[in-house]
Structures are given as structure tokens and as C-alpha cells.
């Protein structure tokens, strides 16, 4: 069973920057496109950016041009590059798959943006 263990969250002022990372365990982690998924509280999950098993990226509207997902299928990581952080975007962050049948959710790592 693939496990997700997401971190790299913290509080962080606007304006500001934080990198996340996103651990999958297992072997077959190259194999999937993967995505970046961020939630608060009564409010449904959304997708924030994804990456294609070549590399092809894709973002929300609200986070094209600051943030930037990436992947190293060698550390079986995935990560998420963040900047100009605003307060919209405090939340609880997550990774997953993308397209394909979504593996059980981790923990999240939480991002608050504030001052």
C-alpha cells in the first residue's frame, strides 16, 4: 500500500515562500501522474497543480506564475515550490495521484499565511 507523508508546511508571512515535499512510499511512484491538493475546513478538496509521468504541468488559476510543482521519480518526491504567498492560500495541503485511482490520503502539512 502506498503511503503519502507530505511536510515542509509552516506560518509565513505574505509575500513569502515555502517548499513542500510529498514522500511516497513503494516503488511505483514514477509510474503515476501526481498531483497537489489543498482543503479547509467545510470546504471540498481542490486541486492546486499537476505533473504528468513526463513532466507536464498544470495549475489552478489562482496559483499560475507562483507556484511550481515538480518531481524527483529517483527520490520517489514530490514537491511543491510555492511564492508569493497570499492569505488565500492558508490551508491544509496534500498529494496524491492525479488521474488515476486515488491512494489513501495522508496526513497534509498545513500552510497559514498571515501577518
Known amino acids: 500500500q502506498v503511503q503519502l507523508v507530505e511536510s515542509g508546511g509552516g506560518l509565513v508571512q505574505p509575500g513569502g515562500s515555502l517548499r513542500l515535499s510529498c514522500a511516497a512510499s513503494g516503488n511505483s511512484f514514477r509510474t503515476y501522474g501526481m498531483a497537489w491538493y489543498r482543503q479547509n475546513p467545510g470546504k471540498e478538496r481542490e486541486l492546486v497543480a499537476s505533473?504528468?509521468?513526463?513532466?507536464?504541468?498544470n495549475y489552478a488559476d489562482s496559483v499560475k506564475g507562483r507556484f511550481t510543482i515538480s518531481r524527483d521519480n529517483a527520490k520517489s518526491t514530490l514537491y511543491l515550490q510555492m511564492n508569493s504567498l497570499i492569505p488565500e492560500d492558508t490551508a491544509t495541503y496534500y498529494c496524491n495521484t492525479a488521474w488515476t485511482t486515488k491512494r489513501p490520503w495522508g496526513q497534509g502539512t498545513q500552510v497559514t499565511v498571515s501577518s
Open positions: 505533473i504528468t509521468i513526463g513532466g507536464t504541468t
